[in-house]
C-alpha cells in the first residue's frame, strides 16, 4: 500500500513538474524580443538551387539559345509549357513563340534538366503576383533575358559542331541532303 501511494506521489510531482517546465518554457519566450523580418524591405537570400521563376537565356554571342526542340514541353507534368519552331535566317532553329502558363507550373525544375542547350533555366526568384490570372501567361519576350543565366559561357552549337549560315550537306562529313521525291517507287 505504501508503494502504491509512492507511486502516485512520485507520478503527480512528475506531472506538476513537467507542466511547470512547459510554463517556464512560455514564460522565457513571452519577454523575448521576437524575431521578425519584415519581408517586402528585407528579402531573404534564396539557396542557388531554388526552383522559381523561368527564363529564357542566351548564348555568349547573344542569340536566342533555345531551339525549340520540344523537350521541356514534353517534360513538363501539368502541361504549361507551348511553342512553335522556325528556321531562323541564319539556318538555325528557334522558337518562333514560347509560352509558359505559370499559373499551372508546379516549379518541378523538370524542363530545366530536359533542355540540352540551357535555354530555359530557374531561377530563385519565387515572388510574383498578379491581379488577373490571365496576366500568369508569358510570352517569350517577357522570359528572355540578355545573358547566359547560370551558364553565361556555354554555346550549344558550339558544342554541337554545327556550322550555322551555310547551306544545308555543306558541313565537313556531312551527305546531301535526300530528296524525298526521287527516291519514290
Same mark, same amino acid.
Given at each position: 500500500?505504501? %508503494?502504491?501511494?509512492?507511486?502516485l506521489? $512520485?507520478?503527480?510531482?512528475?506531472?506538476?513538474? $513537467?507542466?511547470?517546465?512547459? &510554463?517556464?518554457?512560455?514564460?522565457?519566450?513571452?519577454?523575448?524580443k521576437?524575431?521578425?523580418? !519584415? &519581408?517586402?524591405e528585407?528579402?531573404?537570400?534564396? /539557396?542557388?538551387?531554388?526552383?522559381?521563376?523561368?527564363?529564357?537565356?542566351r548564348?555568349? %554571342?547573344?542569340?536566342?539559345?533555345?531551339?525549340?526542340?520540344?523537350?521541356?514541353? @514534353?517534360?513538363?507534368?501539368?502541361?504549361?509549357?507551348?511553342? !512553335?519552331?522556325?528556321?531562323?535566317?541564319? @539556318?538555325?532553329?528557334?522558337?518562333?513563340?514560347?509560352?509558359?502558363?505559370?499559373?499551372?507550373?508546379?516549379?518541378?525544375?523538370?524542363?530545366?534538366?530536359?533542355?540540352?542547350?540551357? *535555354?530555359?533555366?530557374?531561377?530563385p526568384?519565387?515572388a510574383?503576383?498578379?491581379?488577373?490570372?490571365?496576366?500568369?501567361? &508569358?510570352?517569350?519576350? !517577357?522570359?528572355?533575358v540578355?545573358?547566359? @543565366?547560370?551558364? /553565361?559561357?556555354?554555346?550549344? &552549337?558550339?558544342?554541337?559542331?554545327?556550322? *550555322?549560315?551555310?547551306?544545308?550537306?555543306?558541313?565537313? =562529313?556531312? =551527305?546531301? /541532303?535526300? =530528296?524525298?521525291?526521287?527516291?519514290?517507287?
Amino acid at each position: 500500500m505504501a %508503494d502504491e501511494k509512492q507511486s502516485l506521489l $512520485g507520478a503527480v510531482i512528475e506531472g506538476a513538474a $513537467g507542466l511547470a517546465g512547459s &510554463y517556464a518554457a512560455t514564460l522565457t519566450h513571452l519577454f523575448r524580443k521576437p524575431v521578425t523580418e !519584415q &519581408y517586402p524591405e528585407y528579402k531573404r537570400p534564396m /539557396p542557388a538551387r531554388t526552383r522559381g521563376r523561368i527564363i529564357l537565356t542566351r548564348s555568349p %554571342d547573344g542569340n536566342e539559345r533555345c531551339v525549340a526542340c520540344y523537350l521541356c514541353s @514534353g517534360a513538363c507534368p501539368v502541361n504549361c509549357i507551348s511553342m !512553335q519552331s522556325e528556321e531562323g535566317e541564319n @539556318g538555325r532553329r528557334r522558337a518562333a513563340w514560347f509560352r509558359i502558363n505559370f499559373a499551372r507550373c508546379i516549379y518541378c525544375g523538370l524542363c530545366e534538366e530536359a533542355c540540352p542547350t540551357l *535555354a530555359l533555366q530557374l531561377t530563385p526568384e519565387f515572388a510574383f503576383c498578379k491581379d488577373d490570372i490571365a496576366d500568369f501567361v &508569358y510570352e517569350k519576350e !517577357q522570359l528572355l533575358v540578355d545573358h547566359g @543565366g547560370k551558364h /553565361p559561357d556555354y554555346d550549344f &552549337y558550339a558544342h554541337a559542331g554545327v556550322a *550555322a549560315g551555310t547551306p544545308k550537306g555543306s558541313h565537313i =562529313d556531312e =551527305d546531301e /541532303p535526300v =530528296d524525298v521525291k526521287s527516291i519514290m517507287p
